[in-house]
């Protein structure tokens, strides 16, 4: 079974960094893009970003292009999300996904996802 | 940027009713790159169609998708009482975007 499991959320000043984790299992890690999507309190999903199997390409949301850097270790099987200068709009629950493109770009669907790690900006 | 309008907000219905779900595109979604997620308080989200009408692997035969261009659909032939939840959909031709969401209630 495919399974993603998140970590590193917690409460954090704002203009402060965290890094967010992502350990994945039962596929083949290193054969897919992978992305993180946020959803804010009340709010709907927002999609933060993308990377492709082999880090070359990787895509932001404009709300958190030049804060937010995604990168990833496939001998560890693991995705990363390093956040700096955090704001209280990016106060959310972050899930990790897979992308099933099989070019292993990410411009597929997304599917499974992870149940999550908050994030909380706030003084 | 593809920007994906959902409508209605909320549908209020019963169990046994059939549900339609509309999202509407700013652009024509090429290739029907488009996906639908099912959301539940305290899970992780669930994808349900992608590609506009392909059901995903254990999705009920109830669930179906169709659509074209800008214009897509989620039905749900006939509600179950775990089928209340929130729905997106999802469009991944130019980068990613998601619907606001349409939340299925129970009248």
């Known amino acids: 079974e495919e399974q993603l499991v998140e970590s590193g959320g917690g409460l954090v000043q704002p203009g402060r960094s965290l890094r967010l984790s992502c350990e994945g299992s039962?596929?083949?890690?290193?054969?897919?893009?992978m992305h993180w999507v946020r959803q804010a309190p009340g709010k709907g999903l927002e999609w933060v970003s993308g990377i492709s199997w082999n880090s070359d390409t990787t895509d932001y949301a404009d709300s958190v292009k030049g804060r937010f850097t995604i990168s990833r270790d496939n001998a560890k099987n693991s995705l990363y999300l390093q956040m700096n200068s955090l704001r209280p709009e990016d106060t959310a629950l972050y899930y990790c996904?897979?992308?099933?493109?099989?070019?292993?770009?990410?411009?597929?669907?997304?599917?499974?996802w992870g149940q999550g790690t908050l994030v909380t900006v706030s003084s | 940027e593809i920007v994906l309008t959902q409508s209605p907000g909320t549908l209020s219905l019963s169990p046994g009713e059939r549900a339609t779900l509309s999202c509407r595109a700013s652009q024509t979604v090429s290739g029907n790159f488009l996906a639908w997620y099912q959301l539940k308080p305290g899970q992780a989200p669930r994808l349900l169609i992608y590609g506009a009408f392909n059901r995903a692997i254990g999705i009920p035969h109830r669930f179906s998708g169709s659509g074209s261009g800008t214009e897509f659909t989620l039905t749900i032939s006939r509600l179950e009482p775990e089928d209340f939840a929130v729905y997106y959909c999802h469009q991944y031709i130019r980068s990613q975007t998601f619907g606001q969401g349409t939340k299925v209630e129970i009248k």
């Open positions: 996904t897979k992308d099933n493109a099989a070019s292993g770009r990410p411009i597929g669907f997304f599917d499974p």
């Open positions: 039962g596929f083949i890690f290193d054969d897919y893009a």
